[in-house]
């Protein structure tokens, strides 16, 4: 094999796809990526549906990890879900495709980001796009990122999208357009009813170019650094220490839990966290690991009798059967649902400029990440706070790099984020106990005696957990603990970047998907102006 390579990118998920696909583009620059996970052939990724055999447990295409005990959880320890195979986490995720509110981008401008601002980074959403509905001022056409509407909704999201408007939400078919606000169908990352990962729309185009090498089963262990220069990348395969050298840059998009774990582990860091773990100070870097924040989440649930719903019944098992013939033949039917088909956006105060609630109406019961289950039909409704105030940690459990890094979100640690979550999930039961969802509607579980605030609020610190969506643990910015600077380069550190989720300066108010591939869009541009 190949030892070395102008660029090295470690970790293949929805940022590192795009990298890999951009990088290789001439032919004659050569690029390694290295990413942990097996291949991604398991028909568990594409058929949509098999999202519910990826998540709720530790399997080879699932880090899942656990946080540390959460003190505003009551001292439960969260589950983070995170993918490890080609495509990352946008290969077992939901595929909803959101970008968040457009102000959030322009805060990033304002916090000393130049170049990332709406109207700087829309080009690049677009770039990446290719919008079934045609390409606009909002959209684009013709990229690899297909973004389609569901094939075959079921009739409860419509449902739900009535209760939402009978409470006063306006409907938005296009939460990625003008206005945000509002409820609707989410689009999907989806081509044809299957799946399209970062993988499958970046990697699959470019697997076949002789300039592009790819290692899976690889697992990262150290940047190597030489005088402050990043030169190469040590990795560990199947039990061996290997390594393969970088002759321009080595680019980490190893993820919010990944790429500082990664840092650290190569004596990037803040100085205490490394001598804790006995690893040689080669940069100083004290907001490598801080700033994790993530979308705290509560989930409604109720048991249901409708058959429109999905439930783990012998009739919902049958009926799948005829969902693969619909799926194969036509790429619509059942298993193409990503079950969490219509969602809503909303303002728990009319004084604040964008909204500070997510809903996820799911068409079946998701209890604890669908760890728990239950054997009847039911529906779910997510509500999740868009801008948390909440700051945690990402940390090193020891120096051994294949040990699980040490996860900390600090969940509900502000006030604000727990009145903002109560005002959340009032709004959203009384979407959930609307007319037009009566008949899909029976007992709610767990939280049905909840009435009260405080009795909520106990339910919230019961049940909460992530909406899978950690970022900023290698925070892009221009002050003391920024770890990489506007153009996406590790501060004091030559020849390396960090380009995922790790370095958003804010998490956004949405899904992460879309901002990551098209963080990585934007990196791309930056490395190859270089
Ligand atoms: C269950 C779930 C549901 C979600 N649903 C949605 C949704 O519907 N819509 C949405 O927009 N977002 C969703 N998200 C969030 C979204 O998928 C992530 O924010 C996004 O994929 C992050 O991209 P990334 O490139 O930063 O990291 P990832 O996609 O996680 O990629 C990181 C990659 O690096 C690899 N890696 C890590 N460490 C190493 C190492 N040391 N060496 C080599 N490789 C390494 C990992 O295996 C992985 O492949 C969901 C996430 C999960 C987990």
Sequence with gaps: MLQRFDYVIVGAGSSGCVLANRLSKDPGTTVCLIEAGPRDSSPLIHVPAGVIGMVPFKNRLNWAFETVP?????????????????????????????????????????????????????????????????????????????????????????????????????????????EQEGAGLYQTNQRKGRRCSSAAAFLRPAEARPNLTILTGCQATRVLLESGVATGVEFDNRGRRESVTATREVILAAGAFGSPQILMLSGVGPADELRRHSIPILHELPGVGANLVDHIDLALLYRSRSSELFGLTPGAILRGAKGLWDLQRHGTGMLTTNY????????????????????????????????????????????????????????????????????????????????????????????????????????????????????????????????YHPVSTCRMGVDEMAVVDPALRVRGIERLRVADAAVMPTLIGGNTHAPAVMIAEKAAELILAR
């Design 340 to 467: 969490a088909e219509a969602g809503a956006f909303l303002r728990t105060d009319p004084r604040l400029s964008r909204p500070d609630i997510q809903l996820h109406f799911v068409n079946g019961i998701v209890d604890n990440h669908a760890r728990t289950m239950h054997y009847t039909y039911g529906m779910s409704c997510h509500v999740c706070v868009l801008r948390p105030k909440s700051f945690g940690t990402l940390r090193l459990n020891s120096a051994n790099p294949l040990d699980a890094p040490s996860i900390d979100p600090a969940f509900l640690a502000h006030d604000d984020d727990v009145a903002t979550l109560l005002a959340g999930v009032k709004a959203a039961r009384a979407i959930m106990e609307g007319d037009p969802l009566a008949r899909y509607r029976d007992e709610e579980l767990y939280t049905a005696a909840a009435r009260s605030d405080d009795a909520l609020v106990q339910a919230i610190r019961n049940r909460a957990d992530t909406l």
């Design 70 to 178: 959460q003190a505003g959880l009551n001292g439960r320890r969260g589950y983070q879900p995170r993918g490890r195979t080609l495509g990352g986490s946008s290969s077992i995720n939901a595929m909803i495709y959101i970008r968040g509110h457009a102000s959030d981008y322009d805060d990033w401008a304002a916090a000393g980001n130049p170049g990332w601002g709406y109207a700087d980074v829309l080009p690049y959403f677009k770039r990446s796009e290719n919008q079934e509905r045609g390409a606009d001022a909002f959209h684009g056409a013709g990229g690899e990122l297909n973004v389609a509407d569901a094939p075959s909704p079921a009739r409860p999201s419509f449902a739900f999208i009535e209760s939402a408007r009978a409470a006063g939400l306006p409907e938005n078919p296009d939460f990625n357009g003008a």
